[in-house]
């Protein structure tokens, strides 16, 4: 009797063995997380998989046939032998023509992109792996959309729809990047950003004054950093990995490491990059205008620069430079209804060279011996707030704060000259965003929010003898101790008030106000200082329509404003040789009105085609045009007798455009990708804007498995003539090419390029790749640096 009771029990606990392996687990192809809400179908049999991708499918016979379905996947069809061959394990394909992504940065909460009227572009953590990009710079020009523009190799300033600079918005963590001196020529600001820290990036098209207030009115570009990944069971979580990587058409070495460790209510990681550039290698087949021939140096002590014979005229001297940056985060959450983000960011280069101001000529001599940025220090503390808790005017409340430090210096010699012009500025810079969500029922919903900005801005200004060592005081860049403030509020309404309409409509009110005090040392200027108080409106209005099951119509109609910051109305500096901005503290806020159309249909796991065209009305632009300074149209700056200029308002700008993308899927492995823009703007006098760019896109042809992407790919862009280049560019025509008459123009150019990354087990990955594979010699629209020759890139990644 004994030994039949433990035989009962030996084949029930082998029937229940057998009856717990019918559960299987769904993972995420790449990532290998659990996929929570996967439908599994079989013969009589539906189910659905658990928020850790698991599902029992033990009334499934053997042989029948499995499908398993979820909006974001490829639909996937196999049977239970073939799972349990794979240790009970299923492997879902994202699908990447999907019209239903989650997006945060267009109202600061996540909404599906299927209810979005705007344009958005994403790039992920994956895409920043199989990429290879050295900055973030690089990282927005890789997947069209965004021209990226280079005065010199530290350096990268996106053009979004004609607008650049201080007219398009950078985010981090939902915090804004830009400040009271951001300028209006090409800014570099973005390299401070570590590629290899980014999460996600999501590019927003046409104006987004509405959530992001003044700034954001070519788009927005919000970059959101890694997140400490809590534990999913009572046990502590830890994942680490460092990278390193070479790329050898300037010597790159670059070196990072993020370590993460959680519990199920906390977590924190660090995340740290260094990377140093050697002098950057052109290629060399393309213009001979382009070879740097000849560069200046000198002895210490100074006794006289030397110009130098170049030994390799494709190295463009001087480009070097390094950069180390560090994140550090912590994040508790006791349970679903608070959460609490702490996080610190900093970044810190060495030296930038200007490039493109080392190699302007005077006379058939070099103008400059030395010109270049120093260190660029930015250091961002913030801390998020989060509660889901309900009452009558709120389902979810997050409150962001934001304090930044940020450093810039400009130092310039001019050949043969011993005296050496330092001028520093730093800024302190606080923030505080309030966004409040109140779902009214199921179709409606309301956001509401408000944000208050505060900037004080130090600037220094100092003369030195190198070969001496004295000092003496200079005109500072900006006046010093300049304060800027902004308060706003704003509301948006959504509604879904049928399964095929979305319709959403905003708006916001902003008030700025900035003042500061001119130093009379330097300049006779006709005021002691500035006031300038601004307010705006903005709004906008959209609609989203699904006629049909893969098919999205988005309208979408907007307006933005940029209010003059104090780089715009206060400060004194040459624009290019020869020329000297002055300060307009009379000057107003620039507007935009854009409407867009968008046109998408997706063939479930098949091809997705979209369309995008927009028009953009600006009013009262502010650009640069000549100017008097106590009735002066010239005046002796820095030794040089210098036309005058300042910002003014003009009558009006108009740009308008589109893209094109198309994607097709061969099979769940293989896909092509193309992406083309083209953009056209005039201003006023039918004269070219400066920051259209000409037509640009790429194409890809991406073959990825489950451990290994391979992706061939072209990117290229169009010409622009001397007759539709912008005045503001013909004024530098050592930037260009030379056309047949002998005028400036930008010539257009393509490259072909070829990227992979391979998982070699659960623990090491290899990437690499060839850029510029038939070694062009090309300099993009409006750039300072010529782009790298034939680029050789190897990435070796370890996880533990």
């Not at 104006?207 to 070519?218: C, E, F, K, T, W």
């Not at 100017?627 to 040089?640: K, R, V």
């Amino acid at each position: 009797m004994k030994m039949k009771r433990t035989l009962i029990l030996i084949l029930l606990t082998l029937f229940y063995c057998v009856g717990w392996s019918q559960e299987i687990v769904v993972l995420d192809s790449k990532t290998g997380e659990g996929i929570e809400g996967v439908l599994i179908i079989g013969e009589g049999f539906t189910t659905q998989t658990n928020q850790f991708g698991k599902a029992d499918i033990s009334t499934v016979g053997e042989k029948d046939a499995i499908v398993f379905q979820h909006s974001s996947y490829l639909k996937y069809k196999t049977n239970k032998k073939n799972i349990w061959s794979a240790n009970n394990k299923v492997f879902l394909v994202e699908d990447p023509v999907r019209l239903d992504e989650v997006i945060i940065s267009v109202s600061r909460r996540e909404q599906s992109k299927a209810e979005i009227p705007n344009k958005i572009l994403t790039i992920n953590a994956e895409e920043v792996i199989n990429q290879n990009p050295q900055t973030t710079a690089d990282l927005l020009g890789s997947k069209g959309g965004v021209f990226i523009q280079k005065s010199q190799m530290g350096g990268g300033s996106p053009m979004i729809r004609g607008f650049a600079a201080n007219r398009v918005l950078i985010v981090v963590d939902g915090i804004r990047m830009n400040n009271a001196i951001y300028r209006s020529g090409n800014l570099q600001n973005v390299i401070s950003l570590d590629a290899n820290s980014i999460e996600k990036t999501e590019i927003i098209f046409g104006p987004g004054s509405v959530i992001y207030g003044s700034d954001a009115l070519g788009g927005v570009m919000s970059f959101n950093t890694l997140k400490p990944k809590l534990s999913t069971s009572a046990l502590y979580n830890q994942s680490n990995q460092i990278t390193a990587r070479y790329s050898s058409a300037n010597q790159e070495k670059t070196y990072h490491g993020q370590f993460n460790f959680g519990s199920k209510t906390w977590a924190a990681m660090v995340s740290f990059t260094y990377s140093n550039y050697d002098d950057l290698k052109m290629g060399k087949n393309g213009k001979h205008e382009y070879l740097r021939n000849e560069y200046a140096t000198f002895d210490d002590p100074w006794s006289g620069d030397k110009v130098i014979k170049n030994e390799d005229p494709q190295v463009q001297k001087f480009t070097a430079y390094n950069q180390f940056n560090f994140l550090a985060k912590y994040r508790y959450r006791p349970n679903e209804q608070f959460e609490l983000i702490l996080g610190l960011h900093h970044s810190e280069t060495s030296d930038i060279p200007r490039y493109d101001r080392l190699i302007t000529y005077k006379e058939d001599k070099l103008k400059y011996a030395d010109w270049h940025y120093g260190p660029q220090k930015w250091s961002l503390f913030s801390a998020q707030l989060n509660s889901k808790k309900k009452t009558f005017f709120s389902d979810n409340i997050g409150v962001l704060v934001g304090l930044q430090k940020y450093g810039e210096s400009r130092h310039n010699r001019k050949l043969n000259k011993s005296s050496i012009n330092h001028r520093e500025e730093n800024l302190d810079i606080a923030s505080i965003n309030i966004d409040i969500d109140k779902e009214i029922d199921d179709h409606n919903n309301i956001f509401y929010g408000a944000e208050g900005y505060f900037n004080k801005v130090h600037s220094e200004g100092k003369g030195e003898d190198i070969s001496d060592g004295t000092k003496w005081e200079i005109d500072s860049r900006y006046p010093d101790g300049s304060t800027y403030y902004s308060v706003a509020g704003y509301m948006i309404y959504k509604s879904n008030f049928s399964k095929n309409f979305t319709f959403q409509a905003g708006a916001r009110y902003t008030f700025t106000h900035m003042d500061g005090k001119f130093s009379r040392e330097f300049f006779d200027l006709p005021v002691e200082g500035f006031t300038n108080n601004n307010s705006a409106v903005t709004g906008n209005i959209g609609l989203v329509y699904h006629p049909s099951e893969g098919w999205q119509i988005n309208l979408n109609g907007a307006t933005g404003f940029r209010s003059p910051n104090i780089d715009d109305i206060a400060k004194v500096f040459d624009s290019e040789p020869g020329n000297v901005v002055v300060p307009n503290p009379g000057l107003n806020p620039e507007y935009t009105r854009n409407i867009e159309l968008s046109i998408i249909r997706s063939l479930g796991g098949k091809a997705r085609f979209e369309l995008n065209t927009f028009y953009t009305y600006l009013k009262d632009a502010m650009v640069r045009r000549d100017f008097t300074l106590n009735e002066q149209d010239s005046i002796l700056y820095e030794g040089e007798l210098s036309k005058v200029e300042a910002l003014v308002n003009a009558d009006w700008a108009k740009i308008y455009g589109g893209s094109v993308t198309f994607e097709y899927l061969f099979n769940t492995k293989l896909r092509t990708r193309h992406t083309i823009t083209k953009i056209f703007g005039e201003d006023s006098d039918s004269l070219p804007l400066r920051h259209v760019p000409p037509l640009f896109g790429n194409s890809h042809l991406i073959f990825q498995s489950r451990s290994l992407f391979i992706d061939l790919y072209a990117q290229y862009s169009g010409e622009i003539s001397f007759k539709n280049l912008a005045m503001d560019e013909k004024d530098k025509p050592h930037l260009y090419a030379q056309d047949k008459n002998g005028n400036p123009f930008s010539p257009s150019w393509w490259t072909l390029n070829f990227k992979s990354s391979v998982k070699l087990n659960n623990h090491f990955y290899m990437s690499g790749g060839v850029e510029n594979i038939f070694d062009k010699s090309y300099r993009p629209y409006s750039s300072g640096v010529i782009s790298a020759g034939i680029n050789f890139i190897l990435a070796l990644k370890a996880t533990f």
